[in-house]
């Protein structure tokens, strides 16, 4: 009886195994089909292995993950799947980035899809200052969709947009030519390595990661289930607020805490937006509807800038240059004293309105331009700490109201 009964649960370990580990085939050969991969993939060893250490043993990191991008998987999940690119590319932002917004590579990648500043600018990310739209979950995730579009238009098989993405489009090019073919599994042989050994990961991690998903031992009572089945309410949308405005102040008028609303925007450097005439954040769906009826733009007593200090500078020379008291400016960055060193960067308090930017244009001097604003070069130079009347093409002058 007690053979019997071992025999009667290793029969039924096995059937559950045969229920929930074996992958669901008609699923994943579909999953292979949206990247234009022929169904043999599937017998790829190194593929297989991967796919079964996250099933695995790093089942747990696994989920993890998901546990991190459970801010950001509906809004990229919509977002994708609105552009009609495959949705197995939601799983390439886990592949470069485990979820974390704030990844930065050694290469100086950054972000949920870990762009390179160059590629970023190409796409229309700014990076200054003030803001890191590569950090940005929306604005990255349409540079992303916009990048991998035009990678499968150049080369028409969005097996090969993917391998692009990771190791440049002319390395790609490079490789078809030399192995005399796209075929995928020419591509990522191991021996002839046509391509660096982290591009022939990279697919294979992207499948692994996706098709795992497609395991119900893996959606069974955890949260990848909750993350990736959340509803659409629970995604992102970008609202217009005022420039220089605390994330805290925005966050209160909807009825959220600062740390929360600074998560879904972690493309800010500081704790407020970029001191222009408007700026846009990212706000739960499902709070729009009070953000349209309660948030009011200006509103805010003050905006904030930042000022990096240049040698020979004092505290009261630039708090004169932006019309406010020193005091102001040791309050909002927890200064017990008034001594500051080049390079250091210090949180200014400006009422709002009480200054503007110009930008200096060809033909421009500082008498044309103390004159078209009614204010004298005495001023406009104390303001800006000019030691003489030289400025150039291109410098951007304050001038105080």
Not at 63 to 74: C, F, M, N, S, T
Not at 226 to 244: A, D, P, Q
Not at 349 to 356: L, Y
Request: net charge positive; proline share 4%.
């Amino acid at each position: 009886m007690k053979y019997l009964l071992l025999i009667f649960l290793t029969v039924g370990s096995l059937l559950h195994a045969s229920l929930f580990v074996e992958p669901q085939y008609g699923d994943d050969i579909k999953v292979l089909q949206t990247l234009d991969i022929d169904p043999s993939f599937l017998g790829d060893p190194l593929f297989i292995q991967l796919k079964n250490d996250l099933s695995t043993v790093k089942r747990h990191h696994y989920v993890k993950v998901l546990e991190r991008g459970a801010l950001y998987i509906p809004t990229l999940r919509k977002m994708i799947h609105d552009s009609s690119i495959p949705p197995v590319f939601l799983y390439m932002a886990m592949a470069e980035s485990h979820f974390d917004a704030h990844a930065l590579s050694h290469a100086k990648a950054s972000g949920l899809w870990q762009f390179m500043p160059k590629t970023a600018k190409r796409y229309g990310l700014k990076i200054d200052r003030y803001i890191d739209e590569r950090r940005d979950p929306v604005r990255s995730t349409e540079a992303a969709i916009a990048y991998l579009k035009r990678l499968h238009k150049l080369f028409g098989k969005w097996y090969l947009a993917a391998l692009a993405y990771n190791c440049g489009e002319g390395r790609v090019m490079r490789a078809i030519k030399k192995a005399g073919s796209d075929s995928l599994h020419v591509l990522l042989d191991d021996k002839k390595k046509y391509l660096p050994k982290e591009s022939r990961h990279y697919l294979r991690k992207i499948l692994s990661l996706a098709l795992v998903s497609n395991d119900a031992s893996m959606l069974f009572a955890d949260i990848s289930a909750y993350s990736f089945n959340r509803s659409e309410g629970n995604s992102l949308v970008r609202v217009k607020v005022s420039g220089g405005e605390t994330i805290e102040h925005i966050a209160a008028t909807i009825g959220m805490k600062s740390e929360e609303l600074l998560k879904l925007n972690p493309q800010f450097n500081y704790g407020f937006t970029p001191p222009k005439e408007s700026a846009e954040i990212n706000i739960p769906y499902e709070k729009l509807t009070l953000f349209k009826e309660s948030y009011k733009p200006g509103r805010q007593k003050n905006m904030f800038l930042v000022h990096s200090v240049k040698k020979g500078e004092s505290l009261s020379k630039i708090a004169y240059r932006y019309g406010i008291n020193y005091k102001m400016i040791l309050s909002f960055n927890k200064m017990k004293k008034a001594v500051i060193y080049p390079k250091q960067e210090l949180i200014i308090p400006v009422p709002r309105g009480s200054i503007r930017h110009y930008r200096v244009k060809k033909g421009d001097s500082i008498y044309k331009i103390a004159k078209l604003f009614g204010i004298k070069v005495a001023t406009l130079k104390a303001r800006n700490d000019l030691k003489s009347n030289i400025i150039h093409i291109g410098d951007k002058i304050v001038i105080p109201n």
